[in-house]
């Protein structure tokens, strides 16, 4: 694969980064330790004003209120948005999971009705899949759909919602065929609309203090036959066409976040004291550091190599799981390493005595444990791994 940008991509990242210049609000480095319900309106605005400038969903079709450019186009975004320093956009899941699902999957009156309302953050999505019995084994799943006239009446749970709380809508896997076998031949996928009577979102409180996932209970909730996206009973397909775009294609501007936080990191080792010097100097926390920035460098690596086959063939493959292991130990790696160099004030959210650190690391340490669940655990992505892509017998 070239590494090089083209000449259109090099203009293309130029406009961007003077639009990035002209448009990052300059209050975000304070707002972003507010906690997240409090700041969603914020990341509403900008994530509009995105659009607007005609920056939101850069590899989207134009009909439908993208840019029409390429996937590579849409990488070099990701990068210069974390370049620049800018907020995320609120609809993270529209954007990245349930939009991708749409364009592949959905009609073509599923595409005009939604699609630039999530560019335009008028319409925040979720994506319900996860239940209390059916996480990894999501094909075990439970809440179920039976077809009532034009209606599909939906009973059961789901957990773990991300964004549960500020979603107008849900990309929900049911079961619409009770008897199917194999297990995974009776899924639906439906585009539910929040507010329909006998929805209940209710908050997870986290261990960073944050409720950003949910549980929801359906009682009775109909849902219109006309927000099946792809086939009844083929719900599967549908439902791993957004797993490969949550685990191949959601970590673009990981490594540029990454290496923003390495460079805190590094400075906070020349503030840190240790054993007469600064911590920058011992041997060992040297090591650490050294080792991390060859592994960012490993993921951007690995990463241009991802889009360069999802820019072939149009789908994300199961190598999207080797990006999803690497990025999530990743992370864990360098926030404990993080924590061993502040010691106790690692755990302090605020007030803490290192000018660089502004008790990130405490919160940072604590969301990491989650990666390596979120979009699919450590162990079944190597499994993904072992099956997929070295042809090894399944596990299960
Ligand atoms: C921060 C966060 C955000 C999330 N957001 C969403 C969301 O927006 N929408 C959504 O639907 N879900 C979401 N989830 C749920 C997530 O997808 C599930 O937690 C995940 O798939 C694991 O499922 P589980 O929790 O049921 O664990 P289980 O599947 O019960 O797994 C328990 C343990 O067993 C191991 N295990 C299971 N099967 C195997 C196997 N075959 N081989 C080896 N080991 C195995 C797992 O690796 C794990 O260590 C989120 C989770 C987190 C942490």
Redesign the pocket.
């Known amino acids: 694969m070239d590494l090089n940008m083209s000449v259109e991509e090099q203009q293309f990242r130029d406009e961007l980064r003077d639009w990035l210049k002209a448009n990052v609000p300059p209050d975000w480095e304070t707002k972003r330790e507010e906690p997240l319900e409090a700041r969603f309106d914020y990341l509403k605005a900008w994530q509009r004003k995105l659009f607007k400038g005609g920056w939101a969903g850069v590899s989207w079709p134009k009909q439908y209120g993208g840019r029409g450019a390429s996937l590579m186009e849409q990488v070099i975004f990701w990068q210069e948005m974390a370049l620049a320093g800018a907020p995320p956009m609120a609809n993270a ?1 529209g954007l990245s999971l349930v939009g991708p699902t749409i364009i592949a999957f959905g009609s073509d009156e599923q595409k005009k009705r939604y699609l630039s309302k999530i560019l335009s953050a008028d319409e925040i999505w ?5 239940e209390p019995n ?4 999501l094909a075990s799943l439970q809440a179920s759909a039976k077809l009532e006239g034009d209606f599909y009446v939906i009973n059961g749970q ?1 957990t ?4 549960g709380w500020a979603a107008d809508w849900c990309e929900v896997v049911v079961r619409t065929d009770p008897n199917a076998v194999p297990k995974h031949k009776g899924l639906t996928v439906l585009l539910l609309d929040m507010k329909t009577p006998g929805v209940d979102v209710r908050p997870l409180r986290q261990m960073t203090g944050e409720s ?2 949910n549980e929801i209970f359906f009682q009775d909730v109909r849902v219109p036959v006309a927000n099946v996206v792809g086939q009844v009973n083929q719900g599967w397909d549908v439902a791993l066409g957004t797993l490969m775009h949550e685990r191949g294609t959601m970590g673009a501007g990981l490594q540029i976040l990454y290496r923003r936080n390495m460079d805190r990191l590094i400075a906070l080792s020349h503030e840190v004291k240790r054993n007469g010097g600064t911590a920058a100097e011992d041997p060992l926390v040297r090591q650490n550091l050294a080792q991390c920035y060859a592994e960012i460098e490993i993921m951007r690596l690995n990463q241009m190599r991802a889009f360069s086959r999802l820019s072939a063939t149009g789908v994300p493959g199961p190598e999207g799981s080797i990006q999803k292991i690497f990025w999530s130990e990743l992370n864990q790696r360098v926030q404990q390493i993080a924590q061993e160099l502040l010691g106790p004030y690692g755990q302090l959210a605020s007030n803490s005595p290192y000018t660089v650190d502004k008790g990130m690391w405490s919160y940072g340490y604590l969301r990491s444990r ?1 990666n390596t ?8 992505q190597r ?1 993904i791994i072992g099956h997929f892509v070295l042809g090894l017998p399944r ?2």
């Open positions: 899941i979720c994506q319900g899949f996860s059916a996480g990894s084994d789901k773990w919602i991300s964004y950003e996932f989650g669940i979120e979009a699919g655990t450590s162990e079944v499994n596990s299960y």
